[in-house]
């Protein structure tokens, strides 16, 4: 049975950091393409991160320069460091396992197949 679990959500001030991680477990974790999703409150969902089973890693321009996503292969857990945080970054963050080694573009959903239960970050002054 596939199973993700977040950790790491927290209430930071803005511009201050975090690492959010990814327990995976029953799949090989290192053949799959791996994603951070993000959802506001209010708003769609958000992809902030995907890296690929060769290790090549993609933001979008929203996140580019400040978060980085890695991941340990022998822990089966993903990372994400999130940096010079504002509150435009205050959401719900959820790891996704990927359909396929490698994100193609399109529709996250459609990429996904099992998602987290996702760990909340608030970015508050």
């Known amino acids: 049975e596939v199973q993700l679990v977040e950790s790491g959500g927290a209430l930071v001030q803005p511009g201050e950091s975090l690492r959010l991680s990814c327990a995976a477990s029953?799949?090989?974790?290192?053949?799959?393409?791996m994603y951070w999703v993000r959802q506001a409150p209010g708003k769609g969902l958000e992809w902030v991160s995907v890296?690929?089973?060769?290790?090549?890693?993609t933001y979008p321009d929203s996140v580019k320069g400040r978060f980085t996503i890695s991941r340990d292969v022998t822990k089966n857990t993903m990372y994400l460091q999130l940096n010079s945080l504002s509150t435009e970054d205050t959401a719900m963050y959820y790891c996704?396992?990927?359909?396929?080694?490698?994100?193609?573009?399109?529709?996250?959903?459609?990429?996904?197949?099992?998602w987290g239960q996702g760990t909340q970050v608030t970015v508050s002054s």
């Open positions: 996704a396992k990927g359909k396929y080694a490698y994100y193609a573009g399109g529709d996250i959903r459609q990429a996904t197949s099992h």
């Open positions: 029953g799949f090989a974790f290192s053949t799959y393409a």
């Open positions: 890296i690929n089973s060769d290790g090549g890693r």
